[in-house]
């Protein structure tokens, strides 16, 4: 079954701190990989994506993740957080598959906060 | 429009009302799909529109719930008979006729009292 895993649900964070969020997913075909971070009240915002090709992607914010088929894994990192970053966070996968759909499945989310 | 918008932002309803949730996709966008966050929770696909044709609805929750784009533009999810179950946030997010990227609406905040 197609699934995505975020084993942390919580994670603070100092200011300038160095911050790695786990995803591990679980997809028949090759995936298409995207993080977003959603803060409260607001809807999705797209941090990265992962298609094909390089398997370190850069995206928003100074977010980057790595894609690693071995572990099925796509953990974003961050090497110095801010104090603005602290939101929700959300792993999903997607993919083409029988021409029908793209719909992603998300993550349950990790909660960051980041302290002063 | 500039981006995918959605209306109304809030709606509170008894249980057991009807209600209609509206998105506006992104212009042009051919792909549109309805998503719902329950609190706590990562958004769960409901259903996916290819302009006006519904491929796929294996995520609606009952039969309760109802989507169209007649027009292939705006959607409507219409949920009839609310029950307390159905309070969520409802996305939308649409995206072009390759499809690999979605661009989400700020969402519907349903609350059933």
């Known amino acids: 079954a197609q699934s995505v895993t975020q084993p942390d649900i919580h994670i603070t964070v100092s200011e300038g701190a160095s911050l790695e969020l786990r995803c591990n997913y679980s997809?028949?075909?090759?995936?298409?990989l995207f993080w977003y971070v959603q803060s409260p009240g607001q809807g999705l915002q797209l941090l990265l994506k992962?298609?094909?090709?390089?398997?370190l992607v850069q995206g928003i914010k100074g977010f980057e993740a790595e894609f690693k088929r071995s572990q099925s894994s796509f953990n974003l990192r961050k090497p110095s957080v801010h104090w603005s970053d602290a939101a929700e966070y959300f792993c999903?996968?997607?993919?083409?598959?029988?021409?029908?759909?793209?719909?992603?499945?998300f993550g349950t989310g990790t909660l960051l906060a980041v302290q002063p | 429009g500039a981006g995918v918008s959605q209306s109304p932002r809030y709606k509170v309803a008894k249980r057991g009302q009807d209600v209609a949730l509206r998105c506006d996709p992104i212009?042009?966008?051919?792909?549109l799909f309805w998503y719902q966050q329950a609190l706590g929770q990562g958004p769960e696909f409901l259903t996916y529109?290819?302009?006006?044709?519904?491929?796929?609805k294996s995520g609606l929750p009952s039969d309760r719930f109802f989507a169209e784009r007649p027009e292939g533009s705006v959607s409507t999810l219409k949920i009839q008979r609310t029950q307390q179950e159905d309070s969520a946030v409802y996305l939308c997010?649409?995206?072009?006729?390759?499809?690999?990227?979605?661009?989400f609406g700020p969402g519907t905040r349903l609350t059933v009292t």
């Open positions: 997010a649409s995206s072009t006729s390759t499809g690999k990227l979605e661009y």
């Open positions: 997809y028949g075909a090759t995936p298409y």
């Open positions: 992962y298609f094909s090709g390089d398997t």
């Open positions: 999903a996968v997607g993919g083409s598959y029988g021409g029908a759909t793209n719909k992603l499945i």
């Open positions: 212009s042009g966008h051919v792909s």
């Open positions: 529109f290819q302009n006006e044709a519904q491929l796929d």
